[in-house]
């Protein structure tokens, strides 16, 4: 559902991101893992068609990022890491504005508005403007626009930031329930989230890949080193390998 | 086109949320009307000749302070990132804030309706003239909208897109007033700039000519294709212009 194949992305002289591979299938969630400044908003800005990579391909649902930019924008749901919201707006009139915006009519918005308020637990805010909700309910807000459509592909980036331990929870929950069908990539820099959520890793550091697996396995890795997970995952961004594991 | 209806009808709402909007309308409606009336019983002719020989200046000062938000407010907060991701081209987008911008120029100009009933209260006044000069003025009017879009689109800071708008207007105004050519052609007289300027560049000889009830083709391709380049740019700054 989501092809990454040697996409590389550079600002001016600056390497964001360097020949990175990976595919994210239908059906799974796969957490994008790295420290601040690795590259991990840069591949998903370019997955969500917001900038354009420098080489590489990037498919969505088959359609190429660069060159049927709107086929991929109408299969995903993109909540960027900073949540842009507009402020001004009741949460209902903006979720209807991205319904709209998203081509639904008006049987099919009612139908997707009435499921995304109940699966975020926005009933609270409907009637509120964005900028007196909460951070939570901002970000969970954002989410709901993200899923009006009912998108194939999600990407999420950072979506539990500010978020209380009781939501993350729930996101979690929230998660497994939309996974069937639909190929799900969230970043984050906390390994316990991701471990909790996910199928499959991909560790990125300095902008590049440094680790394919699966959590079962990067488990296994770990208790047959004699050592934790969270280790054996810094250790892959502590040193700068020179290859990709796939 | 319905998605910039969409993006009209948001970008609509978000202005008349503000109360910057009233005021805008409020000090023009005054300042116009003021200035028209003024003139208007010191002449005692029946037209809005007046009007129109201030309505350049005001639109280019009142528009720019409309136009400012309408990129450099989603560039400031990001929103952009959030509207150009979502299934329609820059370009729907563009023109959709372009036909909010053009509702609140249709107000500004209507804060004029009270003249026109007072004209045809106090006798016969040559209405095609007075609509051949508002036709002009929403032409000229939408043109500087498109620029000051492009000038918001350039920015994330909204007074900065105002200055910029603001000197880009009154430079497409002034060069057609006659004290700034003759400067202008009296500074280098072999090249005749101020000439030049006022023939090819100024949006004023346009707006007088349907002022005075002479329309031409091109005055309306002026306005109407330099209106549409100047979208088609803020698109294409808008695409490029990505981080």
Known sequence: ?246 | MSRSLVVARRELGATFDSAVAYVQIAGFGVLANALFVNEFFLAGRLDLDAYFRVLPLLLAVFLPAASMRLWAEERKHRTVEFLLTLPIRSGTAVLGKFLASLALLGVLLATALPLVVMLVVLGDPDLARVASGFVGAFLGGAFLLALGGLCSALTRDQVVAFVLATVASLFLVLTGREEVVGVLDGLAPDLGVGTFLLERVSILPHLERFAAGRPGLDGVLYFVLGSAVLLWATGRFLDDDRD
């Open chain 1, 1 to 246: 559902m989501i092809d990454v194949t040697g996409f590389t992305k550079k600002y001016g002289k600056d390497l964001a991101v360097q020949d990175f591979t990976a595919r994210v299938a239908p059906g799974e969630i796969v957490g994008f893992l790295g420290p601040n400044g690795a590259g991990k908003s840069t591949l998903l800005k370019a997955i969500a068609t917001w900038i354009t990579p420098t080489s590489g391909t990037i498919r969505v649902d088959g359609n190429d990022v660069v060159d049927a930019p709107l086929a991929v924008r109408r299969v995903l749901g993109y909540l960027p890491e900073h949540n842009p919201l507009y402020e001004g707006m009741n949460v209902r009139a903006f979720l209807e504005f991205a319904g709209r915006m998203r081509g639904l009519d008006r049987a099919r918005l009612a139908e997707r508005l009435d499921w995304c308020v109940r699966a975020c637990s926005l009933e609270d805010v409907l009637r509120k403007r964005v900028h007196q909700c909460s951070k939570g309910f901002r970000q969970r807000i954002g989410l709901a626009a993200s899923l009006i459509h009912d998108p194939r592909a999600i990407l999420l980036d950072e979506p539990t930031h500010g978020l209380d331990p009781v939501q993350v929870a729930a996101f979690r929950d929230f998660l497994q329930e939309l996974r069937e069908g639909r190929s799900i990539l969230f970043s984050s820099h906390v390994l316990a989230e991701v471990e909790a959520i996910c199928d499959r890793v991909l560790v990125i550091h300095r902008g590049r890949l440094v680790r394919d697996a699966r959590i079962a396995d990067l488990r296994d890795e770990a208790r047959d080193a004699g050592t934790t997970l969270e280790k054996l995952v810094l250790s892959f961004v502590r040193s700068t390998p020179h290859e990709v594991t796939a």
